[in-house]
Nanobody, 122 residues
Framework: QVQLVESGGGLVQAGGSLRLSCAAS????????MGWFRQAPGKEREFVAA????????NYADSVKGRFTISRDNAKNTVYLQMNSLKPEDTAVYYC???????????????WGQGTQVTVSS
């Protein structure tokens, strides 16, 4: 089992920045890929970004490319999502996920955190 706990969400004005963190515990060695997804009210959960265990491979949704950066610190078992130039449409609950492949589909991720709310005001 892998436990994931997100933090760092909050309220920010458009154009601002936030950094989300995801602390992993348990059998993390089995989780090659770590990803971030988000879900806005009334919408389906969507892929945001993912990163390989080494950190050399990353994948981003087109909507966040150039604004968001995913990174990881394996010594701390923590994955980060640096979000810059935030827009109101980025408002959502952001979820951290652990899985075996760096792909943009939720089915590839076996473990999920509880989520952290990000609200961007206009």
């Amino acid at each position: 089992q892998v436990q994931l706990v997100e933090s760092g969400g909050g309220l920010v004005q458009a154009g601002g920045s936030l950094r989300l963190s995801c602390a992993a515990s348990g059998r993390t060695s089995r989780s090659v890929a770590m990803g971030w997804f988000r879900q806005a009210p009334g919408k389906e959960r969507e892929f945001v970004a993912a990163i390989t265990w080494t950190g050399r491979g990353t994948n981003y949704a087109d909507s966040v490319k150039g604004r968001f950066t995913i990174s990881r610190d394996n010594a701390k078992n923590t994955v980060y999502l640096q979000m810059n130039s935030l827009k109101p449409e980025d408002t959502a609950v952001y979820y951290c996920a652990a899985g075996s492949r760096v792909v943009p589909t939720a089915d590839a991720y076996s473990y999920w955190g509880q989520g952290t709310q990000v609200t961007v005001s206009s």
